[in-house]
T-cell receptor, first 114, second 108 residues
């Protein structure tokens, strides 16, 4: 089955530690995205990548880093510089058709930092 | 100020009722997305539209480009429709601006 996988579903870390969230897709999509969701707020874009070896900052990139070495994979590292890292993180990928990008979402990773 | 506004924030309906969720946006868009998020957090894309109207089962999405407004309708609502519905404006290259979501509860 084609889809997007994120692991783990729940992740706990101590403050001051970097943590990497995994996102893999087998949909052959060029574009991939990372979003953050906080309670009562809309999703916000952290980073996105339209092709391999290229990525762009979104609206809230500070304290995060990404890489896109393979088309299928777009891992997100939450660094110790991120002031409020506890949140629900969603990865998405999209195919492109006539300027429209239908997005497919992974199941999400709930990160708790204490 | 959020560039995508949804209303209402919360909505409770009885099974069988017709539900409407509204979305207004201030950016120029290439497409408007309607998404559904279930309690576990997973998000499913319901519609992507840039003009007119789309229908899938009991769900109907419409968009008025001139007025920068979209609506999601659920006909003959059912408890399994209970979820958060999110609209998102794609202003370029798949970069979405999201509304805050509408929590829908359908009671039997």
């Amino acid at each position: 089955d084609g889809g997007i996988t994120q692991s783990p579903k729940y992740l706990f870390r101590k403050e001051g530690q970097n943590v990497t969230l995994s996102c893999e897709q087998n949909l052959n999509h060029d574009a991939m995205y990372w979003y953050r969701q906080d309670p009562g707020q809309g999703l916000r874009l952290i980073y996105y990548s339209q092709i391999v070896n290229d990525f762009q900052k979104g609206d809230i990139a500070e304290g995060y880093s990404v890489s896109r070495e393979k088309k299928e994979s777009f891992p997100l590292t939450v660094t110790s510089a991120q002031k409020n890292p506890t949140a629900f993180y969603l990865c998405a990928s999209s195919t492109r058709g006539d300027r429209q990008y239908e997005q497919y979402f992974g199941p999400g990773t709930r990160l708790t930092v204490t | 100020k959020n560039e995508v506004e949804q209303s209402p924030q919360n909505l409770t309906a009885q099974e069988g009722e017709f539900i409407t969720i509204n979305c207004s946006y201030s950016v120029g868009i290439s497409a408007l997305h309607w998404l559904q998020q279930h309690p576990g957090g997973g998000i499913v894309s319901l519609f992507m539209l840039s003009s007119g109207k789309k229908k899938h089962g009991r769900l109907i999405a419409t968009i008025n480009i001139q007025e920068k407004h979209s609506s999601l309708h659920i006909t003959a609502s059912h408890p399994r429709d209970s979820a958060v519905y999110i609209c998102a404006a794609d202003d370029s290259w798949g970069k979405l601006q999201f509304g805050a979501g509408t929590q829908v509860v359908v009671t039997p």
